[in-house]
């Protein structure tokens, strides 16, 4: 009974990294109907970057401000330079393109930083909390990534809803050419959208990486149960992210503790999968959603 | 207009597809003789690397170029192939033919069971499970069910036959190799002209163009794209087995993403669908690394860099060949033979016919 304690609360703590992970896929899928296969290089990057600041004597904090300002512009300019080209082709050549940033990417930090992996400080202590006289397997800083994620979602929630910002954006996004007769500016809105998802792929990244280390090819897995959580919560839906992050990384938590860790990568193809077999709308998105 | 029809030149080989592609892939054999006997071991190695990369990536550019699924997975059927004829030659006493089919069998398998999967996904989905197949798959290798059969992260030593007595003593190891790769790629690339020229070929195009179109016109679309699948994986299945023999090896390591991702390079590159341009981009991804590898040690080049030149090589391929020059390298031939025909056939043709 402690163990599948300990194993549901390590499995929410990975779960809300794959959820911001998936709330990035999420928010680029909603405005420009592309899966974003660079995600977890360009999260790569950034983490890389933090990395470098924290290794030189930097905060913690310093380097997550760094992490999100460099995120936002890295996605800006992917979005200008790369992908607006290849946006109204045929989806084939969008995952070819982001696929060829995402080894772009691996390739270059791989040339700058070696493949060695590198680790992170966590930003509080990683001793578990006590419940009476036992140890759980959460601690202050898996406390803190849990909180991070769910403010994060929350904030979202909020530009979108309420800020003039956020209904534009969804304008842009729902009916681009109704939104350009009416004064928006859908391409620059495009750029939002994609500079907001690469900052939150930031946070993520510097989330993650005390448990994964940081190298060129750490984050390949993230990507892949990033993209899994997002196609669980419906790929348009941003709760639908955040709980598909979370059963994901609860499931694939109880996969490594119970048959061993390492199967968790085809645990979670399984799970991809069977979800989409069984409800390809995923858990919270529209059936439109799936055609592409 | 009968007249001018009946004139008009058809040499005999260009009235059917089947002796055509025979007589191409006659030629094909000729040339492969030719071009193995001059080469060193070292090229020929080389050769058979090729060969192998061309047939997963023949296979690969049928299924994305004409039924219009996208694999970033390729390289776990090639895994899956590997490992077949591993098992195969260690366990059972197999002659080489039938292992290398077991490898195509178990492979074809194994994409038939994905292309299920396949038949209900589209594009985004469908490149993010088998992007999730291609990062999985070999950390099976080191499961703790398996490490005994599959030998974990280190895999499985592969010994295949040296060539046959009759050939001669001192007959070198990788032309014979060579001839094995190049042997199967010209029967591989044989096959799939066939195939995409026949009636499966055009349902895959259908498919690919309108699927709703495809399926009022009588064609069974999820089936399609099932069996398309299926072939394309044994395909690449076949690379794997002879992977292993050449390499000697059957090992996690050796199965990457960046596997999978030279391949779904050298398909772009070629000219997504072109059994031509799958050749072209498998010539260009396996001599790449070694001439960056050649490059760097004489501009003494530290190895974290120069290591990591083909991925920054491919990721640029991909980006730059999609964006601005679609139909990759086969497009630009195509386009010269059109500007050659033009400048000099048509003339001749026209002349003769004033002549007459």
Known sequence: MGRFLDLTLAGLTSGAVYSAVALALVLIWRSTRIVNFAQGGMLMITTFIAYTIVSHGGSYWLALIVAVLSGLILGAVVERVLVRPVEKRS?????????????????????????????????????????????????????????????????????????????????????????????????????????????????????????????????????????????????????????????????????????????????????????????????????????? | MTALAAAAPVRFWQRSTLVRHLTLSVLGLIVLYFVTTSLDSFANLQFAQ?????????????????????????????????????????????????????????GGALGSLVGVAAARLRGPYLAGATLALAVGLPSLA??????????????????????????????????????????????????????????????????REDEQAAALSGVHVARTQIVTFGISAAFAGLAGGLFAIVNSLAAPGAFTLSLSLSLLTAAVLGGLGSLAGAVYGAVIVTLLPNWTADLAQQADLPRAIYANIPLVLYGLVLIVVIIAFPGGIQSGVRKLGALLQARFVRPLQTRQETRR
């Open chain 1, 91 to 292: 989806p084939l050549d969008a995952v070819v393109v982001t696929f060829g940033l995402l080894v772009l990417l691996q390739g270059v930090a791989g040339m700058l930083f070696g493949g060695t992996p590198r680790s992170y400080p966590p930003a509080f202590g990683i001793a578990g909390f006590k419940a009476g006289d036992r140890q759980l397997l959460f601690a202050p800083n898996d406390l803190w990534i849990v909180l991070v994620v769910l403010v994060m979602m929350a904030v979202l929630a909020l530009v979108f809803r309420k800020t003039n910002l956020g209904l534009r954006m969804r304008a842009s996004a729902f009916a681009p050419e109704v939104a350009r007769l009416l004064g928006v500016r859908v391409g620059r809105m495009l750029t939002v959208g994609w500079a907001l998802a690469a900052a939150v792929g930031a946070i993520a990244g510097v989330l993650v990486a005390p448990s994964t280390f940081v190298s060129p090819t750490a984050f390949d897995a993230v990507l892949v149960f990033g993209f899994t959580a997002a196609v669980i919560g419906g790929l348009d839906s941003p709760p639908g992210a955040v709980v598909g992050g979370l059963a994901l990384g609860i499931v694939l938590s109880y996969v490594a503790g119970y048959l061993g860790s390492d199967i968790v990568t085809l645990a979670s193809l399984v799970v991809l999968i069977g979800v989409l077999m069984l409800r390809p709308q995923g858990l919270f998105g529209s059936t439109k959603g799936r055609r592409v």
């Open chain 2, 50 to 106: 090729i060969c192998y990369t061309a047939i997963a990536t023949a296979g690969l550019t049928v299924l994305s170029g004409l039924s219009g699924q996208i694999s970033l997975g390729h390289g776990a059927f090639v895994a899956v192939g590997a490992y077949t004829t591993a098992l195969l030659l260690e366990h059972l006493d197999w002659p080489l033919v039938l292992v290398l089919l077991g490898s195509v069998v178990v």
């Open chain 2, 142 to 207: 080191d499961y703790h069910g398996l490490r005994d059969l599959l030998g974990g992260a280190n895999g499985l030593i592969v010994t295949s036959d040296p060539p046959p007595l009759s050939l001669g003593e001192t007959f070198p190891l990788e032309r014979w190799q060579a001839w094995i790769c190049g042997l199967c790629l010209v029967v591989t690339l044989f096959l799939l002209a066939n195939l995409t020229r026949s009636r499966i070929g055009r349902d895959m195009r259908l498919v």
